[in-house]
Nanobody, 122 residues
Framework: QVQLVESGGGSVQSGGSLRLACKVTGYTASTYSTTCMGWFRQAPGKEREGVAAIDADGSTSYADSVKGRFTISRDHAKNILNLQMTSLKPEDTAMYSC?????????????WGRGTQVTVSS
């Protein structure tokens, strides 16, 4: 059974940094290597939004609101997905979740973690 478990959330002041991690279990290394992985976030009262994604080839995409501040990366050997967040702003406050798209297209995220809370104070 595939499971995604996030870690690394917390409370920081504006301008600070956090590094989120998503451990993927239940995949073989070959399956994980072909899976598109993404980070999403949802703030109270708002819809979930995509933050960043990385495909099997390492190509990345970012929401405009985080470009230049967030970096997504993946460790194929350890089946871990990372999100380095810098220059954090109060509007980055949200529950951050990782997700997997086994089709590899980055359009069908159907496996989700429970999330980790990020709170940025001004």
């Amino acid at each position: 059974q595939v499971q995604l478990v996030e870690s690394g959330g917390g409370s920081v002041q504006s301008g600070g940094s956090l590094r989120l991690a998503c451990k993927v279990t239940g995949y073989t290394a070959s399956t994980y290597s072909t899976t598109c992985m993404g980070w999403f976030r949802q703030a109270p009262g708002k819809e979930r939004e995509g933050v960043a994604a990385i495909d099997a080839d390492g190509s990345t995409s970012y929401a405009d609101s985080v470009k230049g501040r967030f970096t997504i990366s993946r460790d194929h050997a350890k089946n871990i997905l990372n999100l380095q967040m810098t220059s954090l702003k109060p509007e980055d406050t949200a529950m951050y979740s990782c997700a997997a798209d086994v089709t590899g297209t980055c359009n069908e995220f159907r496996i989700w973690g429970r999330g980790t809370q990020v709170t940025v104070s001004s």
